[in-house]
Nanobody, 126 residues
Framework: QVQFVESGGGLVQPGGSLRLSCAAS????????MGWFLQAPGKEREFVATIIWSGGKPDALSVKGRFTISRNNAENTVYLQMNSLVPEDTAVYFC????????????????????WGQGTQVTVSS
């Protein structure tokens, strides 16, 4: 019983920036981590970033130096700031949330996340 409102995607030229938002509602008190994954047509879903707060201070990880994940705890919202975008970044970006505790490496895998947003399309093209 966790729902998401995911927004911020769209069409942007190479070198531009986008900021994705994911607002969670429902039983958010039980969440241990939230993350972002991407999926290009015909490919597997891939890890982008996660922010983990179960049992301690938040810990943020991102596979791309151009992307930064952040969290607004009061609004139960996570963001993905994407800078210096290139055409290879084109994909559907999914917000996800976990309600189980794992060691940090587990949160790099989609299997750690029980709840998923609808996805938002990011297209980088001139």
């Amino acid at each position: 019983q966790v729902q998401f409102v995911e927004s911020g995607g769209g069409l942007v030229q190479p070198g531009g920036s986008l900021r994705l938002s994911c607002a969670a509602s429902g039983r958010t008190f039980s969440l241990s981590a939230m993350g972002w994954f991407l999926q290009a047509p015909g490919k597997e879903r891939e890890f982008v970033a996660t922010i983990i707060w179960s049992g301690g201070k938040p810990d943020a990880l991102s596979v791309k130096g151009r992307f930064t994940i952040s969290r607004n705890n009061a609004e139960n919202t996570v963001y993905l700031q994407m800078n210096s975008l290139v055409p290879e970044d084109t994909a559907v970006y999914f917000c996800a949330a976990s309600d189980q505790y794992y060691g940090d490496p587990a949160y790099l895998a989609p299997e750690a996340y029980a709840y998923w947003g609808q996805g938002t399309q990011v297209t980088v093209s001139s």
